[in-house]
């Protein structure tokens, strides 16, 4: 991952001219008064580790383990939020841990958590380092130092069970390299976020992730049956059948936990049979709420695409999901994408009804170019990003989801809250995940940059948090807690659920080691 953006470097692209102008007719956005830092500005604290807890380290996992150099610490800076870039693109490294330590077995990791919890040092579990809530940040308060907890080296296939449809892994597999050994057994875990490209299993599992075919496959939670935990007090085994009734799940104690629980090291997951057809299609609607209708009534009577989504007027009209498009002011009307997978026969049957359902109520279908444009550009919109960011533009994403009848008043409460912090934002929405009661909210906010571009989105973050929680929204779909919502997050559950949630921290980690300042209110 690019140290100070987001992915493969070589990826990044330049605005075109005429996106540069649209930027400065419609927002006022100029070039920054002041280039990026290099990576030889970033400045970083002096690790605060003592000797022998370094020592101590080296013995657990080996010196080559063990990295204090300043790549391996830049790079293990923050998560990929707006504010985490804008820091370190301004040469901010304040927050880096001390150490990175890369673990090779579940037993390392529980007595490196003995140990760390014996000389007061904070632990951040680390996967693809693609949070976008502050989920990376350790508060260092009363800690001796903070490592961070790099799981790159346990990234093995632990078993396939081709009769139950389950395959065992260890939590730091990349999502593209899962994919690849489950395609050699013609098998698929048919989750494909935004972050698919660096994110890890465990990763997904730690932030109740969401996959843009979702519709079809489910969230990643959905596909937990097992999982094994480190904590600071030892191991979790939870997860032996489909389903149970043997009390509460403890398996939704640690899938959305961040680490702030323990330490995920294994996840038994449901596979499917890889698809054998894929089709993605384009349709049109006159209206956001029109395309709301149509989504609601396939999500509550059937049947559902694998992927579904919805981009309000202004999305659409700007092409945000279209990156090579960006800023053609394409017509008028809300943009659908409809993706089919799976057998010849399934897809053929679900695309001949979904058709009719969508036309029926006012959808006008625009053939595979549309679907296959947004299926090849889906992974490019994090690089949009930092190319605005460059610009001189302040942009960033924000999600939620609510209950259908709540949907048009929770649309409207963010976009009043963004507009009053923000100096004329373009702010732009999709629907990206559906249920039979509900769906997802997704925005994205694009507005000049003022004298202090942090501050800035504080305020509009701050108001948009509050305005979610006052519509009856949940303060993330799909994002997590992390810093960023924190807050929000202890109103929604409410002052007993607060507790409860301490409670369990006070009881796993009671020295208060992992993620400190992360999810717990």
């Known amino acids: 991952m690019l140290w100070s953006g987001w992915g493969d470097p070589a990826k990044a692209r330049e605005l075109p001219p005429k996106v540069r102008k649209l930027l400065g007719d419609l927002l006022g956005v100029t070039d920054p008064e002041n280039p990026p830092a290099s990576f030889g500005e970033v400045e970083l604290p002096i690790s605060a580790l003592p000797a022998p807890v370094m020592t101590r380290l080296s013995t657990l996992v080996g010196d080559e383990h063990v990295r204090c150099d300043e790549d391996a610490r830049i790079r293990h800076t923050r998560g990929k939020s707006t504010p985490d870039l804008l820091r370190m693109r301004a040469g901010d490294g304040l927050d880096a841990p001390d150490a990175v330590v890369l673990p090779g077995s579940h037993s390392e990791i529980l007595d490196l958590l003995k140990l760390c919890a014996e000389h ?24 001796t130092g903070v490592i961070a907890l790099d799981l790159a080296r346990l ?9 139950s449809m389950i395959a065992e892994f260890e939590p730091g597999l990349r999502a593209p390299q899962a994919e690849q050994i489950l395609a050699r057994h013609e098998l698929t875990l048919g989750h494909f976020p935004q972050s698919y490209e660096y994110a890890t299993l465990g990763g997904f599992a730690a932030a109740r992730s969401s996959g843009q075919a979702s519709a079809g496959y489910g969230r990643f939670d959905d596909m937990v049956v097992g999982l094994t935990v480190a904590t600071p007090r030892g191991t979790l085994e939870l997860g032996r059948a489909p389903k149970s009734a043997a009390g509460p799940d403890l398996r939704q104690v640690i899938l959305g936990s961040e680490g702030a629980f323990g330490v995920i090291t294994a996840l038994q997951l449901r596979v499917r049979t890889a698809p054998r057809a894929k089709v993605y299609e384009g349709w049109r609607f006159d209206s956001f709420t029109a395309g709301q209708v149509a989504m609601r ?7 559902l695409p694998t992927v579904f989504r919805l981009a309000d007027e202004t999305e659409s009209m700007i092409g945000l999901s279209r990156p090579a498009e960006l800023g053609t002011l394409a017509e008028a009307g809300c943009a659908m994408i409809t993706g089919f997978e799976g057998s010849e026969d399934d897809v053929a049957h679900r695309r001949e009804a979904v058709a009719a359902i969508l036309s029926e109520l006012g959808g006008t279908y625009r053939g595979t170019e549309p679907g296959d444009r947004w299926n090849e550009g889906r992974y490019a919109a994090p690089y949009l990003r930092d190319s605005l960011l460059a610009a001189g533009a302040t942009v960033e994403t924000l999600e939620t989801a609510g209950f259908w009848a709540d949907l048009p008043r929770l649309y409207d409460a963010v976009r009043l ?25 997704y925005f994205t906010v694009v507005a000049a940059q003022d004298e202090d571009p942090l501050a800035q989105w504080d305020r509009a973050k701050k108001a948009v948090n509050k305005a979610i929680v006052l519509t ?29 949630v301490r409670a369990i921290k006070g009881r796993l980690d009671p020295y208060g080691i992992l993620n400190p300042g992360v999810l717990i209110p």
């Open 120 to 143: 007061r040092v904070a632990v951040v579990p680390f996967g693809g380092g693609t949070s976008v809530v502050g989920g990376l940040v350790a508060s260092r308060a009363n800690f």
């Open 155 to 163: 990234n093995r296939v632990l078993s396939m069970d081709k009769v």
């Open 297 to 303: 009534r396939i999500a509550q009577e059937g049947p």
């Open 417 to 441: 809250a963004l507009r009053a912090t923000l100096d004329d934002p373009l702010v732009m929405c999709h629907v990206s995940h559906v249920y039979a009661t509900g769906a997802s909210l």
């Open 472 to 500: 009856g929204g949940t303060i993330s779909h799909h994002h997590g807690v992390g810093r960023d919502h924190r807050a929000a997050y202890a109103s929604e559950i409410g002052d007993l659920g607060v507790e409860i």
